[in-house]
């Protein structure tokens, strides 16, 4: 049903010191978030940039279907953000 699990000396002051650097870690970072607010206006303008960049760019994504761990249906989908006025 359970089985305990029995730790040495070593090896929990080990797991203690990784829970202690974990929450060191968590409040340093906890803290780091909330000394640089920002307000409304600056999270959706950063928003807006990552969704509309200034240069076009494209991505390729391959969709692979499986039946029994061996393909048998591939698309390739090519997605472009905007048109390159400069390569058409």
């Known amino acids: 049903m359970y089985s305990a699990v029995f730790l040495g000396d070593r090896a929990r002051r080990r797991v203690a010191d990784l829970c202690l650097g974990a929450l060191v870690a968590l409040v340093l970072v906890c803290a780091q978030s909330s000394a ?8 959706v303008a950063k928003a807006d ?6 240069k076009p760019f494209r991505g390729t994504t391959t969709l692979t279907e499986y039946k029994s761990s061996q393909p048998v249906n591939r698309n390739v989908l090519l997605i472009f953000s905007k048109i390159d006025p400069d390569k058409l």
């Open 36 to 43: 640089r607010a920002e307000s409304a206006q600056d999270i």
């Open 49 to 54: 940039t990552v969704r509309n960049p200034e």
